[in-house]
């Protein structure tokens, strides 16, 4: 079971028109389509939600409050947690032998269950529902290495999405996802129901919004995880050109420069020092920052790159992990050649 957020805090109010007053000064706005007459859901421009609780019971004295529990006195009334997957909660519970008071409830938005810690506090677990259809648009599996990333991304978070190819190095090829809405005409391009995303780093951080395992919980790992995927995003360019991803071959040679030696040396110094033997990836568990060098791995194995043993004991991690297997058996699964990119025979 992995938890990775808070979803929304649940507050008991007597009066609901009074309470939407005030919080709609705070910037909150009623979400409907997440509310019921008796439970209203508001939410702020940063995404920040309440849970407004309209069945409180009106005190005139605080101090005498315990006095008369249980009576539905205002105040917070329970905590809500962002999971991946419900059915791990409903499990572990079972295993646990805690009882769930209620769910799983289906509200739209989210799928939500309800069970109490041994205090009898009130927990909520939610797994968060698609808000509107994902589509990727992609190059070819074997070459395109940005679509990899995106594409590794969305299975790893578990996003629905549909899948759109557009074949690259074509004289149509920029026009066509253009049209799908990527503005520079390359691949990847994430669309969102009406939003259209065309930059990589850009999607891992609107997906991190919604679900936050993209970068580490740490904010001074996740500054560094960043600090990485930029340093893929906007560098390491002589590498880039000099061995251009083709997942499906191998023994290949490449020109060696100065560059490229460099990015290569870089790349083997960041592979020895972040994994360890009690965490293998690169920040504690698997996400946005592996990811980002996924297709390096692919590279490295195409063009017969040489690594250290710490190097290559990370490379060999992050080739066999499932989704990247999934990924480089579609690439091997494709036809098309591209001359341009089919070097160093």
């Known amino acids: 079971m992995n938890i990775f957020s808070f979803d929304h805090v649940g507050i008991r109010v007597t009066d609901a028109a009074r309470s939407l007053a005030f919080y709609s000064q705070l910037g909150f ?14 939410v702020n421009p940063s995404g920040i939600r309440l849970n407004l609780i309209v069945n409180a019971v009106p005190t005139p ?26 059915d791990d909660v409903i499990e572990w519970a079972g295993v646990a032998g805690v009882a769930i008071t209620e769910g799983p409830v289906d509200w739209g938005r989210r799928i939500t269950c309800f069970l109490r810690d041994p205090d009898s506090n009130v927990l909520e677990f939610n797994e968060l529902q698609p808000e509107a259809s994902f589509q990727l648009v992609l190059g070819q599996k074997n070459y395109s290495s940005w679509s990899m990333r995106a594409w590794l991304l969305m299975k790893f978070l578990g996003v ?21 809405g990527g503005e520079t005409g390359l691949v990847p391009v994430l669309r969102h129901g009406e939003l259209a995303i065309w930059d990589t780093l850009a999607i891992f951080d609107y997906l991190y919004e919604t679900y936050a395992r993209v970068w580490p919980a740490d904010n001074r790992q996740r500054a560094r995880a960043r600090s990485l995927a930029g340093e893929i995003h906007s560098g390491m360019t002589a590498l880039r050109d000099a061995m251009p991803v083709n997942t499906r071959a191998r023994h290949r040679r490449a020109q060696w420069t100065p560059g490229v030696t460099a990015d290569v040396e870089r790349v083997v110094d960041i592979w020895s020092r972040y994994p360890t033997a009690e965490k293998p990836w690169l920040f504690d568990q ?40 999934e990924w480089l058996k579609l690439g091997a699964a494709e036809t098309d ?5 089919e070097i160093g025979r």
């Open 160 to 180: 629905p999405f549909e899948v759109v190819g557009v074949g690259l190095y074509t004289a149509t090829s920029r026009d066509e996802v253009r049209a799908r």
């Open 337 to 341: 050649e591209i001359p341009v990119l």
């Open 61 to 86: 004295n605080r101090d005498n409050a315990l006095l008369d529990w249980p009576k539905k006195w205002p105040g917070y009334t329970h905590a809500a947690f962002i999971v991946d997957r419900l």
């Open 286 to 325: 698997f996400g946005g920052a592996d990811i980002m060098f996924a297709p390096i791995a692919t590279r490295f194995a195409t063009y017969d790159v040489e690594l250290p043993p710490k190097a290559r004991e990370y490379q060999e991690l992050l080739l066999s992990h499932p989704l990247v297997n």
């Open 29 to 42: 706005e009623v979400d409907e389509a997440c509310s019921t007459a008796t439970a209203l859901e508001i």
